[in-house]
């Protein structure tokens, strides 16, 4: 007997990549398998000049991640190199050189809330919880992404409380390019993802690559997961099975 695998794949021949994390008792929270899953598919997408779009999704609208999977049983070295796992997780979804969208639906916590943030284009189901919790155990995670779209003062106020948006507050901030009831959310990543693949491929190409020049996100990124290193390798660190 095969279990089904924790990260689906589905390829349409418009070109549009539909990747599904697959933890729906778990909702949707990062292992390290699933982690290397997620990361290889970034890595051959990255290489696939017939992509035009990747949606983000999940296999259950309970959640799209709500996190590390904190209980997963590691030693300190494997603990790092989940962590390790998390950043190189965050620089493909930024480096991916099409738009990537989010199908933000139910809990998007802790590294589901940076995968939120770290889309181009997000579609918020109406059943959305949404929060940067890191601060709760000290993970200096958040700033990077969320506050070129939100604004500093914004921004602030969300990673420092860690408190937790549904879909309307999330709206007013901007966060949300579409917004649809939570088992519809999907469907309408997908009509959002064949509108950027109706464009010019090379086009839209360039201009991904020309925000993220001109915002500075590989820079931004970059320091943010130095800094998640090392609060796994000489501070706290995420939880690792033993609380």
Not at 39 to 49: N, P, Q, R
């Amino acid at each position: 007997m095969t279990t089904e695998s924790p990260v689906l794949r589905e390829r349409r021949p418009d070109g549009i990549e539909i990747l599904r994390l697959n933890r729906p008792d778990k909702r949707n929270a990062l292992d390290t398998e699933s982690l290397a899953l997620v990361i290889a598919a970034l890595d051959e997408l990255s290489a696939d000049d017939d992509l035009r779009a990747l949606v983000f999704s999940t296999t259950d609208s309970w959640a799209l991640c709500a996190g590390a999977d904190v209980g997963e049983q590691l030693d300190d070295a494997a603990g790092y190199a989940r962590m390790a796992a998390f950043t190189r997780m965050y620089s493909g979804i930024d480096a991916l050189p099409v738009p990537v969208i989010a199908v933000c639906v139910g809990n998007c916590v802790g590294a589901g809330a940076e995968i939120v943030a770290g889309a181009d284009l997000r579609v918020g189901g109406d059943n959305l919880k949404l929060a940067w919790a890191g601060a709760r155990l000290g993970v200096p995670v958040g700033p990077a992404r969320l506050a070129p779209l939100i604004g500093l003062a914004r921004a602030k106020d969300l990673v420092f409380t860690g408190r937790s948006i549904g879909i309307d507050e999330a709206r007013e901030l901007g966060l949300m390019q579409r917004v649809a009831a939570a088992a519809d959310a999907e469907a309408a990543a997908i009509e959002l993802a064949e509108q950027v693949a109706a464009q010019s491929p090379g086009g839209v190409r360039v201009l991904k690559q020309l925000f993220r020049d001109l915002d500075g996100t590989p820079e931004r990124i970059a320091q943010e997961n130095e800094r998640l290193l090392y609060f796994q390798e000489h501070g706290p660190g995420l939880p690792r099975g033993t609380s």
